[in-house]
């Protein structure tokens, strides 16, 4: 089973890990999408800072992350399940995580594509939403057009049942057959109202459910399967129901955060 977990706009600064070797990337999982990284990396380098905060949508405040955008070959590292913050990481809570646990995650990006848990990625800023000009001036293409069919056959070549935890921006970016989830809140009518902002804390708490499955050696092979480990946990889920070539699962809370 790989859970795959939507990125952050909030990041950790700092990191005590090595830069990363651009020409190679050693440390980093799925080599197949080394090339497409290289390229967002360095058109995301070459950026001008006073053009970054319209191309990337940022205020003024922000001018820091825009400098880290252009000092990434030379960005300290720490391992991609800490970099990340918010709502989402909070409920994980990964530093409590057995490495068993960790090892069944990883993190979709607009920069690297799709990271392992422990890959060391450095600080930067970038969205998947974004439109990022390339250095020589040709055009402008979405983070869809450059990633392209990239990530989708970097995750179907992992072989393994995927829990697709991504927004649906970050989904776009390499659709997979996949376990999605959709998180419901339950009103005193009777009523279901779909979760926004505090979806990200109820997926949280379901990727942890799974990782810590994971580690105890659970091997689900359907999304029966994954409703039955959430279930166990005192969650309550239904489903699954056929959806665009995946099966989706419907995460029913009574009361949002």
Known sequence: ???VLPPSETKAFGGDGAPLNWDTLPNLSFPSLHEVRRDIAQDLGALPIE?????LGVSEKMRPELEANQQLDQATTMPAILRYT??????LDPGTLPDAALDSLAIGSALFGV???SDPIPYYRLSGSSKLPRRSGDDTPTMKKRW?????TALKQRDELIVDLRSGTYQQLGRVPAVTVRVETLR???SRKVVSHFNKHYKGELARVLALAA??????GSADEIADIARAAGMHVEGPV???NCHELTLVVSSTH
């Open 1 to 3: 089973m790989l859970i």
């Open 51 to 55: 053009e970054a905060f319209a191309v």
């Open 86 to 91: 918010g709502v989402l990481y909070d409920a």
């Open 115 to 117: 990271v392992s848990s």
């Open 148 to 152: 392209g069919s990239a990530i989708s």
């Open 188 to 190: 005193e009518d009777g």
């Open 215 to 220: 580690a105890a050696g659970a091997r689900p």
């Open 242 to 244: 056929d959806k665009q």
